[in-house]
């Protein structure tokens, strides 16, 4: 996905969860109940996973770039022994090697 749009979701995300968590946190110091620990709780578990997920998104990403630069290297590689078999082969020619 894009990496400008993956990074505006992220922004989102973090805006939202710190205003619910900061929501959770004042409503604790006005008066703590187990509800809103329970609340506390929850939000530092989606924060965590959101984050396991993120960073899984980020590897993935990393991983895929990396595949396709070993492609195009390979391909790369792979064209220039083409070329080199081919000079090497008119090269031979001039020496009659091929002709029998």
């Not at 979701?9 to 805006?15: N, P, R, S, V």
């Not at 004042?26 to 530092?44: C, G, I, N, R, W």
């Not at 980020?58 to 290297?73: E, G, H, I, L, W």
Request: net charge positive; charged share 35%.
């Amino acid at each position: 996905m894009n990496d400008k749009i993956n990074n505006l979701k992220d922004l989102q995300y973090y805006g939202n969860i710190e205003l619910l968590s900061n929501v959770v946190l004042e409503a604790m110091k006005k008066k703590d109940t187990p509800k809103l620990q329970e609340m506390s709780k929850a939000v530092t578990q989606i924060a965590f996973y959101v984050n396991h997920l993120q960073t899984d998104r980020q590897m993935y990403n990393k991983s895929m770039s990396q595949y396709r630069q070993d492609t195009a290297r390979a391909v790369e590689r792979a064209r220039n022994a083409e070329k080199k078999i081919e000079e090497l082969e008119e090269e031979l020619k001039k020496f009659n090697i091929f002709n029998k």
